[in-house]
């Protein structure tokens, strides 16, 4: 590859850039979690993590992140954005106790003269007091372009004007920005290329927007064109369209360009979840490298041809980012389809009662219901006639709740035929069924899979009687599955979600009487 083994940095600003983003604001322990995974098990070469005289709330949350940094050996990799005001931002950041700052200078004259009302020369002085200031306080200096796309494009002297002027004056990086995110790849190499030959005596970052859809694209455009260094977030996050997804970029980088990063695979999932998680944000189930549905083949002919002999598999394999590749039930499953999901449930069906069971499952996929794998115990049940299957029933369940008191629920519950009644308190009505159900769980030593993400949902413009559909993620034994469930009220959804759950453990507790009556 024409790249091969040289060395690309990334830049991660998800705490600053990524704060930008409507409706995300990250509360200081949130800041200094996302930090410590971007910089300790993601590895990534350098984060931003704010915007300098935001508010001394800020002002906390980047002091957390620099103690912690400084003790771990990281704080040269952590940046905070500053503007063009002599030593306010500097002091800001000297007090925050960082070590680089990011300044904000305009990049196009548009900007320079409409916003600052300023000439350039006037501008450049303003740069220059503020960056010997920043020096006097140890403080390193990178600069930001801010509008450069624009600003390249509309009136390129004025930028080459910048860039001379603010040669010799000691700053590290020249971050150019697609601010807007107008930029195509061609423009991208075409611009920084010139860039590069002009100013070869400064080091370039990109800094891609992903307005067009095209963030990814252009950071590769831009480590083409000689770039080294490329700006990215956590799951897009960013304003407007976001900026370009850092999972996306790193795989890209190497897998089609065949340079070096520092980034740690593995951990883009797990740095994925808890973004999304802090954020609020949900990313699409079909978001390249980290969406859920991502290493999921729904065809039959797909699952076949893996089957026989890793047909379908592409060099983005999940085992990479710590994932396993899973085969969807539907209407398009084939018996590929449906023996790979027995497989990971452990169970075996003779030639003619996994007939009966795939003409099942494509007869519910044609009436769009959703099928998962703990759903598939059940379709064998009601297909098979086995009440063996459904171990644990639940009898009776009341649910209370009220203002300003715990809520409560009473059981009934039938496991292998032995009856138990009992009761829980909690937060919720669905707090409260739970703990009453440890209850039976630990009376006979079962461990409850841990609850990794809950999810309520109601069509849209549905009314107060709408049905409630619960989507509940559990782990078991390092394994991720889901249990759905509808209902009226939305704790009982999450209730029948539960029990559908608790039956597909049982199962796997002990499922030889399946393999007796199946097999």
Not at 303 to 320: C, S, V
Not at 352 to 371: C, F, P
Request: charged share 25%; hydrophobic share 40%; proline share 3%.
């Amino acid at each position: 590859m024409e790249f091969a083994g040289e060395f690309v940095e990334i830049m991660d600003t998800t705490l600053r850039d990524g704060e930008q983003t409507q409706g995300v604001s990250f509360n200081p322990v949130e800041k200094l979690h996302i930090a410590k995974a971007l910089l300790q098990s993601l590895n990534v070469d350098r984060i931003e993590v704010a915007s300098a005289r935001i508010s001394d709330g800020e002002k906390a949350a980047v002091k957390r992140i620099t103690d912690w940094a400084q003790s771990a050996g990281y704080l040269e990799r952590v940046e905070v954005l500053g503007f063009v005001d002599f030593h306010k931002s500097a002091d800001w950041i000297r007090e925050a106790g960082g070590k680089v700052i990011n300044l904000l200078t305009k990049g196009s004259e548009h900007h320079c003269h409409g916003q600052l009302r300023k000439t350039l020369s006037e501008h450049l002085s303003d740069i220059k007091k503020t960056v010997a200031y920043a020096q006097q306080q140890g403080i390193k200096s990178n600069i930001y372009l801010e509008d450069w796309s624009n600003g390249y494009a509309d009136k390129p002297e004025y930028v080459y004007e910048m860039m001379s002027g603010l040669e010799g004056q000691g700053i590290q990086n020249f971050m150019l920005p697609d601010t807007l995110g107008v930029m195509s790849p061609e423009e991208v190499k075409t611009a920084l290329t010139d860039m590069m030959q002009r100013f070869p005596w400064a080091t370039f970052n990109f800094h891609p927007h992903n307005d067009y859809g095209l963030g990814t694209a252009n950071a590769i455009a831009a480590v083409q064109a000689g770039v080294r260094s490329v700006h990215c977030t956590v799951n897009c996050l960013g304003e407007r369209a976001g900026n370009a997804s850092i999972s996306e970029v790193a795989v890209v980088l190497r897998d089609k360009l065949g340079v070096k990063i520092s980034l740690d695979e593995s951990h883009l999932g797990p740095l994925s979840e808890l973004v999304e998680n802090f954020s609020g944000k949900r990313i699409a189930a079909n978001a390249p490298i980290v969406g859920e549905d991502v290493f999921t083949q729904t065809s039959g002919i797909h699952a076949d041809g893996d089957k026989k002999g890793g047909l379908y598999e592409n060099p983005i394999r999940p085992e990479r980012f710590g994932r396993k590749r899973s085969y969807a039930l539907g209407k398009m499953s084939g018996k590929a389809s449906l023996i790979k999901n027995l497989e990971q449930l452990g169970l075996q069906l003779s030639e003619e009662n996994l007939k009966k069971v795939l003409d099942r499952i494509v007869e519910l996929g044609d009436h769009k219901e959703t099928i998962t794998m703990a759903d598939l115990p059940f379709i064998i049940t009601d297909v098979l006639e086995t009440s063996q299957v459904q171990r644990m029933q639940l009898l009776h369940c009341n649910l209370s709740s009220g203002w300003s008191v715990k809520s409560t629920a009473s059981i009934h519950v039938s496991l292998d035929n032995e009856l138990f009644s009992t009761t829980g308190e909690g937060t919720g009505g669905y707090d409260a069924f739970m703990n009453a159900m440890e209850k039976v769980l630990d009376a006979k030593q079962i461990q409850c899979p841990k609850l990794l993400d809950y999810q309520i949902r109601i069509p849209k413009g549905g009314d107060t009687s709408a049905l409630t559909e619960a989507t509940i993620t559990w782990e078991n034994r390092g394994r991720r599955f889901k249990t759905v469930a509808v209902d009226s009220d939305q704790a009982i959804a999450a209730v029948r979600a539960t029990m559908k759950m608790l039956n597909l453990i049982l199962m796997n507790v002990n499922i030889s009487p399946l393999k007796v009556a199946h097999g």
